[in-house]
């Protein structure tokens, strides 16, 4: 099992194609986020952006390269170990045809009703779901489909924020959210990632100005890093 101490994660020289035959969908791409610090990326739909979430989360592994926690190689880990270390918000959310409660609280169902409430509050969703029926304990059917996107996309963020992973990733977790909830979002999330080591990936580079790194990738490599700024 991946035993988190610092709860650093580090890609190194990471090469990755889908089919052992295909096209690169990532070549030497190496990184290093810790804990409290904000990694953001950005590049072109196809550049890797959604492969580097996908080999964190170990849905895949590299082709060449290594991905590591606290310099332990992730194919080395249980599944179980990894999944609790990785929080992931991925493009495509699923949410089951049950109550706002029990979505958000999916990875853990017997934390307590503040927690999920908190979660909720850190991911801008709070005042929408308890303006609902019956509150958090409104059936939102299946796949979410009484909220709107944007409403999807922050029940999927409180969940991945309650297991209080070491790693957190948001896969452009935000495209349905509007501006100004955006803005506000991510500066609640700002709160709590000094505890965690965070990847942001975004269409917008706008949405990455918080970030403490930003790697820039076309056809899966980096062509740029730095700050916003910069």
Not at 27 to 52: H, Q
Request: charged share 25%; proline share 3%.
């Amino acid at each position: 099992p991946i035993v988190i101490d610092q709860g650093t994660l580090r890609f190194s020289d990471v090469s990755f194609r889908y089919a052992e035959d295909g096209p690169w969908a990532l070549r030497n791409v190496d990184f290093v986020v810790e804990r409290g610090r904000t990694l953001g990326i950005v590049g072109p739909a196809g550049s890797g952006k959604s492969t580097i979430a996908h080999l964190a989360a170990r849905f895949y592994d590299p082709t060449e390269g290594q991905v590591l926690v606290d310099g332990q190689d992730v194919r080395d880990a249980t599944l179980e170990s990894l999944r609790t270390a990785v929080s992931l918000v991925a493009q495509d959310v699923f949410l089951f045809d049950d109550s706002v409660e029990r979505n958000i609280a999916y990875a853990r169902p017997d934390v307590r009703r503040g927690s999920v409430r908190g979660a909720a509050a850190i991911a801008q969703l709070s005042d929408h779901v308890e303006a609902l029926p019956h509150g958090y304990r409104t059936v939102i059917g299946e796949r979410g489909s009484n909220l709107s996107g944007g409403q999807r996309q922050r029940a999927a963020i409180a969940r991945a924020l309650l297991p209080d992973s070491a790693i957190l990733i948001l896969d452009d977790a935000t495209s349905a959210v509007d501006a100004h909830t955006e803005h506000s979002l991510r500066h609640a999330l700002r709160e709590v990632a000094g505890d965690r080591a965070c990847i942001i990936i975004s269409h917008r580079l706008s949405s990455l100005a918080h970030a403490d790194e930003i790697i820039v990738l076309r056809e899966g490599r980096i062509v740029e890093r730095g700050t916003h700024a910069q």
